[in-house]
């Protein structure tokens, strides 16, 4: 039922669906599956061969576009810091080459504030190095989420010794900040934090509330705007359906978080895409210590060739969204990944190696490898 089609360097495997096979070896007869057992008839056939070639198009006309073509994405929020190193191994194989890693909460409450001292240490240093020991280029943001924005004393800490890190190397943004339960007190940091922002010409990332969504949405865009941010410089994340044609109308970046089973669905996204087209539409991961999935932005690209939507609207989708709006610093750019450094695992950090034992990978014979201390 499928032909081999022509090799094509690099991306071996093409194939093409060819109806007429179909037709003679099958005719008006229909067969079982051997998946389920049970019946698929021709014109089921004929629908899976054209959902197959489709999907190849749509995967090879997606490789051949510049700059973010070959299958380059960008999961702009990805919770690193809670990923295993073989997550690390199957983004990059299924073509991440950034991460941007937003602080957030950790499961539970942070008690005090060297704990936040830490963490935003590790997110700005080793999480860095680690990602980029596996191909993969890491960015972070930082901020005082709304969750933990209800401990008075504790917000107060944290915000005084943010500004240390906003102008830190792979800082791209500040976030993700906005509302959970949509508190006083969570307003207030809310509110100092987008002073923050415009102090350090910083984008930022919204969280948006899990209950009483759309309300929370339009109330975080209400105060963005009374303090004068930029909605260009603005993602909204965690967006749905009741959302998205507001985030879109208010001129703000409009991002969907991909879950396995809550929040907002691959089959979903594509449908929105569809609908609204690819401008300031991004998708991530949002992959952290829960149930999620750090191949949700791959997956979703390849959902989307499979409905029929172009290469071009993919490419915007899953890359070039994300690096207009967290690139505007600067310190996030293409050349970081187009033009990379060799992958060393000899390299150590503080002393300390990303392997247990293996070979490392050396991409090319280093002589004089960079210890970083």
Not at 258 to 286: C, F, H, W
């Amino acid at each position: 039922m499928i032909k081999n089609g022509p090799p094509q360097d690099k991306y071996p495997g093409n194939f093409v669906a060819d109806s007429t096979i179909v037709d003679e070896m099958f005719s008006d007869r229909a067969v079982t599956c051997p998946c389920c057992n049970g019946t698929i008839t021709p014109q089921m056939l004929q629908n899976l061969l054209a959902q197959a070639g489709q999907l190849q198009q749509g995967q090879a006309a997606f490789r051949q576009l510049p700059s973010g073509g070959n299958g380059m994405m960008i999961d702009p929020h990805a919770h690193m810091i809670a990923r295993t190193t073989d997550d690390y191994e199957a983004m990059a194989k299924a073509g991440i080459v950034a991460v941007i890693e937003p602080a957030f909460w950790l499961g539970q409450l942070r008690t005090n504030v060297g704990s936040f001292i830490d963490y935003f240490s590790t997110i700005t240093g080793f999480e860095r190095f680690r990602a980029g020991q596996f191909g993969i280029r890491h960015y972070c943001a930082i901020g005082l989420n709304p969750k933990e924005a209800n401990n008075p004393a504790l917000a107060e800490a944290v915000l005084d010794i943010m500004p240390r890190y906003l102008g830190k190397e792979g800082v791209v943004a500040l976030g993700e900040i906005g509302y959970d339960e949509q508190t006083e007190l969570e307003d207030k940091a809310l509110r100092a934090q987008i002073a923050m922002a415009i102090e350090f010409e910083l984008p930022i990332m919204i969280h948006t509330p899990h209950r009483d969504k759309k309300r929370g949405t339009t109330r975080t865009m209400d105060v963005l705007e009374e303090c004068g941010f930029d909605p260009a410089r603005c993602v909204i994340d965690h967006n749905n359906e009741e959302t998205v044609q507001e985030v879109l109308d208010r001129g703000y970046w409009c991002a969907f978080t991909i879950y396995p089973s809550t929040k907002m669905g691959n089959e979903r996204l594509a449908d929105i895409v569809n609908q609204y087209g690819p401008e300031r539409i991004i998708v991530n991961s949002a992959c952290d210590w829960g149930v999620s999935d750090p191949l949700a932005v791959p997956k979703s690209a390849r959902l989307m060739a499979s409905r029929g939507i172009s290469a071009e609207v993919i490419h915007q989708v899953v890359y070039a969204n994300a690096l207009s709006v967290y690139g505007l610093n600067q310190e996030m750019q293409e050349a970081h990944w187009c033009q990379p450094a060799k992958i060393d695992q000899r390299t150590l950090y503080s002393g300390n190696s990303v392997l247990r034992g293996q070979t490392p990978r050396v991409d090319e014979e280093v002589l004089n490898p960079d210890i970083i201390r």
